[in-house]
């Protein structure tokens, strides 16, 4: 059974540091990519980062670039987010979810996603 469980949420102050970690099980990130997203109630789930298969190629939106950086620890079978430089506007619920590498070449449109974990709160405040 394919599945990804977040950890790392909490209350950070602006303009601290966090890392989530997304923890795969029952599939290899060899063959997924692996996307992070948030949402805030009431709003549209944005894609922020997306890791795919070969662990080396990445991208980011343009809201996290810069203080966002997604990686990947292939023994581990988790892919973590360090969040740097964290804004209030940073305050939703993180996920991570996961696409077989034959269903899409990008992993940061929530429809293309096949796998969610059930996220982790990140609030920052002061």
């Known amino acids: 059974q394919l599945q990804l469980v977040e950890s790392g949420g909490g209350l950070v102050q602006p303009g601290g540091s966090l890392r989530l970690s997304c923890a795969a099980s029952?599939?290899?990130?060899?063959?997924?990519?692996i996307g992070w997203f948030r949402q805030v109630l009431g709003k549209e789930r944005e894609g922020i980062a997306c890791?795919?298969?070969?662990?080396?190629?990445?991208d980011y939106a343009d809201s996290v670039k810069g203080r966002f950086t997604a990686s990947r620890d292939i023994a581990a079978n988790t892919v973590y987010l360090q969040m740097n430089g964290l804004k209030p506007g940073d305050t939703a619920v993180y996920y991570c979810?996961?696409?077989?590498?034959?269903?899409?070449?990008?992993?940061?449109?929530?429809?293309?996603?096949?796998?969610w974990g059930k996220g982790t709160l990140v609030t920052v405040s002061s």
């Open positions: 029952g599939f290899s990130l060899d063959y997924y990519h």
């Open positions: 890791v795919r298969s070969s662990g080396t190629s990445t």
């Open positions: 979810a996961a696409v077989h590498i034959t269903a899409a070449t990008m992993c940061r449109e929530y429809y293309d996603m096949t796998t």
